[in-house]
């Protein structure tokens, strides 16, 4: 049996389009340090008894699939990871240097499919339906800058061959410690002797049952979303053709300033039966919660100054 050699380990990454389905190209090489993928299936022991001395066959148990990848912090590769985390940044310039926006609180994670592959035995792995729950960093004066992405994935599908196709390559560009630099609105943040920055999602797997024993996705436990200001503040939500929320979306709406907050339904989208409704809260630091019950459905309860007209 041929032995791995971690010299010729690879890793191959490309977003979804449908969850938990690889895409048939666009897979790009990624630089990574290590992974822990893996995917298990454990096997429970039978409790019955009467059948003598010798244990039952076990039974299986339902699968799951995540772990951590640690890559270096460059100047290509490490935005893939900064989209898993945050979603599609905003980018401005008409050439390069680009400046790439990211910000948290998005609505809709990406998720990817990733393939680990060992050409030597030979054993190529995909895990499907990746998304990352976690993205940390160390920051100190010096050593090697890299980052723990951890990830949440449907399952893992293990072949004698890639299934990735031709891969794009990203041109290697890595940060270090020694010069970099911390700030806040352009300010440095004094003397900063050494850091620890930490993302996270905050991820729940969906475990309905399922033919495969694979989970249906990984979604956030809720989102939370305040108003403040000066004026009147109207919170709408989208119909499902521009924001795919999943069915069972929780947003938590909290009006924090004095002035009035109202969930306002777009066109065709309906809240609590009434199609393009509207309702105010209560008044300050009053809140609601707002969740989807289905396509363009939406039912919200709480501290509410009516009902939903």
């Not at 010729?8 to 048939?24: C, D, K, S």
């Not at 010798?54 to 490490?78: C, E, H, R, S, Y």
């Not at 061959?161 to 031709?166: I, L, R, V």
């Amino acid at each position: 049996m041929a032995r791995a050699q971690g010299a010729r380990a690879q890793m191959a990454l490309a977003f979804e389009t449908t969850y938990g389905t690889p895409p048939a190209s666009g897979f790009t090489r990624m630089p990574f340090a290590s992974a822990t993928l893996g995917a298990e299936q454990p096997l429970l022991n039978s409790e019955l008894l009467g059948y003598g001395r010798d244990p039952l066959a076990p039974i299986k148990d339902a699968v799951t699939a995540d772990g951590n990848v640690i890559v270096p912090i460059d100047a290509q590769g490490f935005g893939v990871w900064l989209k898993a985390a945050f979603g599609q940044p905003t980018t401005t310039g008409t050439a390069a240097p680009y400046t790439h926006e990211f910000r948290s609180g998005g609505w809709v994670l990406p998720s990817m499919s990733i393939e680990t592959g060992m050409p030597e035995v030979p054993r190529f792995a995909m895990y499907s339906g990746c998304v990352l729950d976690t993205l940390s960093w160390q920051m100190q004066r010096s050593g090697l800058l890299t980052a723990t992405a951890s990830l949440v994935a449907q399952g893992e599908t293990a072949a004698a061959s890639s299934a990735t196709g031709t891969l794009a390559d990203l041109a290697l560009q890595r940060f270090g410690h020694f010069n970099g630099a911390i700030t806040r609105n352009g300010q440095p943040l004094g003397n900063i002797v050494s850091a620890e920055i930490t993302y996270a999602n905050n991820l729940d797997r969906v475990e309905t049952i399922r033919s495969d024993g694979r989970i249906d996705g990984a979604e956030d436990t809720g989102s939370i979303l305040e108003t403040t200001g000066s004026s009147a503040v109207t919170v709408t939500i989208p119909p499902e053709a521009t924001v795919p929320f999943e069915t069972g979306t929780l947003i938590n709406i909290t009006q924090v300033g004095t002035v009035v907050t109202t969930v306002q339904a777009d066109a065709g989208v309906s809240l609590n039966g009434v199609t393009g409704g509207s309702v105010a809260l209560d008044g300050q630091w009053s809140g609601a919660a707002l969740v989807k019950r289905g396509a363009d459905a939406w039912v919200i309860q709480g501290a509410l100054a009516g009902a939903v007209t």
